[in-house]
């Protein structure tokens, strides 16, 4: 079974500031990955993902994130916070049959002026 | 192109009520699905349907009944509610190639509260 654990359920930073949300997964395969980000009263929108190939991947509005196997992480990075940044943010591990997505309990990400 | 519309956006039962709340898509996508969201807990799969025709369980399906009634939409039915089931659920499509890869496009969300 897959599974994934985001460590702190609330960040908070401020404008400017480095931003780093944490994403361990366990999976018996190779896993695909996402990051997806909601804003408030809409759904999930994907951020950046990694299937295969270069492991670290970059994605929209200035988000990037490593894949690192010996650590079974999958951590999302930007080094400029911005306030449009404030949103929840998840972390998913796939199957590879496709049909199963998990996602880790989410980290809300505050920016403080 | 309005993506993954559910209605409806917001909903109140009381205990033993049922109701159903639907979903379609535009997208021509094969696969959807059924989330709920709890706070702490992420998303959590309740049903799916990998193609028109076909039903399966995810993590928590107790409670819960879905139709995929055509390759638009996929209805999701609590037969008689109870308060464990206030939660926002959002209903999901992927994209047509439904590589374990590919992304899943998320509807807005109904949010239920159940008395």
């Known amino acids: 079974a897959q599974s994934v654990t985001q460590l702190g359920s609330h960040v908070s930073v401020s404008e400017g500031a480095l931003v780093l949300l944490r994403c361990n997964y366990s999976?018996?395969?190779?896993?695909?990955l996402f990051w997806y980000v909601q804003y408030p009263n809409q759904g999930l929108q994907l951020l950046l993902k990694?299937?295969?190939?270069?492991?670290l991947v970059k994605g929209i509005n200035g988000f990037e994130a490593e894949f690192k196997k010996s650590e079974t992480s999958f951590h999302l990075t930007k080094p400029s916070a911005h306030m449009s940044d404030a949103a929840e943010y998840f972390c998913?591990?796939?199957?590879?049959?496709?049909?199963?997505?998990?996602f880790g309990g989410g980290t809300r990400l505050m920016v403080k002026p | 192109n309005a993506g993954v519309t559910q209605t409806p956006k917001f909903q109140v039962l009381k205990t033993g009520q049922s109701m159903t709340l639907q979903c379609a898509q535009d997208m021509n996508h094969n696969s959807m699905y059924w989330y709920r969201q709890d706070p702490g807990m992420g998303l959590r799969l309740i049903y799916y349907s990998a193609s028109e025709g076909t039903t399966d369980k995810g993590e928590v399906p107790n409670g819960y009944n879905v139709s995929r009634l055509n390759k638009r939409e996929f209805s999701l039915r609590l037969e008689s509610a109870a308060p464990s089931q206030t939660s926002v659920y959002f209903c999901a499509s992927r994209e047509p190639h439904s590589a374990a890869n590919s992304r899943l496009h998320f509807g807005n969300g109904t949010r239920l509260t159940v008395t």
């Open positions: 999976s018996s395969v190779p896993p695909y």
């Open positions: 998913a591990v796939s199957n590879n049959a496709g049909n199963m997505l998990t």
């Open positions: 990694y299937t295969t190939g270069a492991t």
